[in-house]
């Protein structure tokens, strides 16, 4: 067996479960509201569905390892529109992939070397797959605490040069899991700088990229900031969507990998390899979807009418805000984050998140520590009822 296996931690919902199992069962007549995981449960657009089935046919054949050329040319007239750039070549630099997940996960495989006493550095918080990634890859993660002075994003200029002169790959997450935080140039361009010094591959995954809050105030993408900040060639940058999010199809498994030409041929010998192609049907469907806007600027609004809901009963109790973007709220926790999900769950049928289940212990502290990550993915009715049942036990245990 690969002996790397034993160095991965329990994932999050693993952890999360164990510790609901010592609260008993909710109290009879509350039903249960999961806000724990960030899954989209908004209705999938009616022209994917249609798209799909549309494309059954494409069952007969073998889909090619570098995608469907027609979701290619989609994804870089899309990434044209959205960041106001240059559509990439749609030969050379998007790859499509299957889902954000699967393809941050083998990007590490891909360029990390294992012998080089290699570091990933990545924020922390931060999405479970970047740990594991460069765990399974030979790396050692590097964890920059997120800064809640700077908006929860990551103080890049904190970490020693001596770590910066190991490091292989930086794990970019904005908008931010589980803050909802945004990059500005400003930090884009210190990581830029490093990147040219230093010689590492960033990679910015922004699959919360279209869940934002104000509709005229989209947020800074990797590539959008490349090119104000003149790497037309996105030299060390690879920026990772999905449209889980974006058009809530997470079952669909589809999002796409664009950037550096000279990195993504690399990783497409090693995706040739991996067996990763899209299924022509999934590809069909993705094209639907990244041609309309009309669905996501919907998902947008329902969520934003989640938020104008839930912080006015939240606020009076919590000091709880709305985040730039994505659809999590990170709030604080009267008490240790772990006593307050499971007394939640126990009292009031809701679950949540603890902060500490999505950090690591880093330079003195863990990041995560009496916070809980709260998914406002649920309808809004459940929201509400949530939060109402939250802030009664805030006032009433806490």
């Known amino acids: 067996m690969n002996p790397r296996l034993d160095a991965l931690h329990p994932y999050p919902f693993e952890k999360l479960r164990a510790l609901l199992a010592q609260a008993g069962q909710p109290p009879a007549g509350l039903a249960p509201i999961n806000l724990s995981i960030g899954e989209p449960k908004h209705?999938?657009?009616?022209?994917?569905?249609?798209?799909?089935t549309a494309a059954m046919a494409g069952l007969s054949s073998y889909p090619p390892t570098k995608g469907d050329p027609r979701l290619r040319e989609a994804i870089a007239q899309w990434l044209a529109r959205r960041y106001a750039i240059p559509a990439p070549d749609p030969d050379t630099q998007v790859l499509p992939a299957l889902g954000s997940r699967e393809a941050l996960f083998a990007f590490a495989q891909t360029v990390i070397d294992p012998g080089a006493d290699a570091l990933v550095v990545c924020p922390n918080p931060f999405y479970q797959i970047y740990e594991g990634a460069a765990l399974l890859a030979g790396a050692r993660p590097y964890y920059v605490?997120?800064?809640?002075?700077?908006?929860?994003?990551?103080?890049?200029?904190a970490v020693p040069e001596d770590t910066w002169r190991r490091t292989?790959?930086?794990?970019?997450?904005?908008?931010?899991?589980?803050?909802?935080?945004?990059?500005?140039?400003?930090d884009w361009?210190?990581?830029?700088?490093?990147?040219?010094?230093?010689?590492?591959?960033?990679?910015?995954d922004e699959c919360y990229s279209e869940i934002y809050l104000e509709e005229a105030d989209p947020p800074l993408g990797g590539m959008q900031a490349a090119r104000r900040l003149g790497r037309d060639d996105y030299r060390n940058l690879v920026s990772f969507s999905s449209l889980s999010k974006r058009s809530n199809v997470p079952g669909m498994r589809s999002g796409f990998v664009a950037g550096d030409a000279r990195i993504l041929a690399r990783f497409l010998l090693y995706r040739t390899y991996h067996g990763s192609a899209m299924s022509p049907l999934v590809s069909a469907a993705s094209i639907a979807a990244w041609n309309d806007e009309a669905h996501v600027a919907e998902n947008r609004r329902l969520y934003?009418?989640?938020?104008d809901a839930v912080l006015p009963i939240l606020q009076p109790v919590l000091d709880v805000r709305r985040p730039q973007a994505s659809f999590y709220l990170w709030l604080p926790t009267p008490g240790p984050d772990t006593d307050f999900a499971r007394g939640l769950y126990g009292r009031a049928g809701v679950t949540v998140l603890p902060g500490s289940f999505l950090a690591r212990e880093a330079h003195g502290a863990n990041p995560g520590v009496e916070r809980a990550r709260i998914a406002l993915v649920a309808p809004l009715e459940q929201c509400v009822e949530a939060a109402r049942r939250i802030a009664d036990f805030v006032q009433t245990s806490c």
């Open 145 to 157: 605490n997120a800064d809640p002075a700077r908006g929860f994003n990551a103080d890049w200029r």
């Open 168 to 186: 292989r790959l930086v794990f970019v997450c904005s908008p931010g899991n589980p803050a909802g935080n945004v990059m500005g140039l400003d």
């Open 304 to 307: 934003r009418a989640k938020f």
């Open 43 to 52: 209705d999938a657009p009616a022209l994917v569905a249609q798209a799909l």
């Open 189 to 204: 361009q210190l990581l830029f700088e490093l990147s040219d010094r230093h010689g590492f591959v960033i990679a910015s």
